[in-house]
């Protein structure tokens, strides 16, 4: 993702657009592999979903693998807005719940190599759907919400976003429910 990709935010004097990149350097190949999974899950499944999960916005992104480094470099648009505090947190709480946690979503990727032998055959890739994943750190800084801040230009309304990508993970909706205890435990 380029910046030039972001969201673009008017005002009277100058459009600006903004973007976050993280480095995340794993001490493993295999949580490199799982990390980039993981990633190409979410991407396709939010990009068909128009970054959206449930009713909660998930910015836009794109990432890089190094395997030989175990590096993973992610590209986030920035979502412009205020972490839910413990105040608005209990607001969203069903939001939440219904849209991350309770979620029945089916992840779709494709896998298989792409080969022709002939004109009339088509690309050797299946489906393969995965039920198991989501994300799994509901920790109120995780959490954005627009409030009044207004949508950016062509940008589909949105009232909360979650932006901890790298996040998303295999869990069960049990493991999920067991997360989110967490975030009802910051409420007051």
Same mark, same amino acid.
């Given at each position: 993702m380029k910046v030039s990709n972001a969201t673009t935010h008017v005002k009277y004097y100058a459009s600006h657009q903004m973007m976050i990149t993280k480095l995340?350097? +794993?001490?493993?190949?295999?949580?490199?592999a799982g990390a980039e999974k993981s990633l190409r899950l979410l991407q396709l $499944?939010?990009?068909? $979903?128009?970054? +959206?999960?449930?009713?909660?916005?998930?910015?836009?992104? $794109?990432?890089?693998i190094n395997f030989e480094t175990n590096q993973v470099t992610i590209y986030s648009e920035y979502m412009f807005g205020t972490q839910?505090?413990?105040?608005?947190?209990?607001? +969203?709480?069903?939001?939440?719940?219904?849209?991350?946690?309770?979620?029945?979503?089916?992840?779709?990727?494709?896998?298989?190599?792409?080969?022709?032998?002939? $004109?009339?055959?088509?690309?050797?890739i299946k489906a393969v759907k995965e039920k198991d994943y989501g994300f799994k750190d509901y920790t109120l800084e995780n959490f954005i919400i627009r409030g009044t801040k207004p949508l950016g230009?062509?940008?589909?309304h949105?009232?909360?976003?979650?932006?901890?990508?790298?996040? +998303?993970?295999?869990?069960t909706k049990d493991d999920r429910k067991k997360a989110f205890k967490f975030y009802e435990g910051e409420m007051m």
């Open positions: 995340q350097t +794993f001490n493993d190949l295999k949580y490199t $499944n939010m990009e068909k $979903n128009d970054w +959206f999960l449930g009713e909660i916005k998930i910015p836009r992104f $794109n990432y890089n839910i505090n413990p105040l608005t947190a209990r607001e +969203f709480k069903d939001t939440i719940y219904n849209s991350m946690v309770s979620n029945e979503q089916s992840w779709i990727y494709q896998e298989g190599i792409q080969f022709l032998r002939s $004109n009339d055959e088509k690309l050797k230009k062509d940008e589909p949105w009232d909360i976003a979650y932006v901890d990508i790298e996040a +998303f993970c295999g869990c």
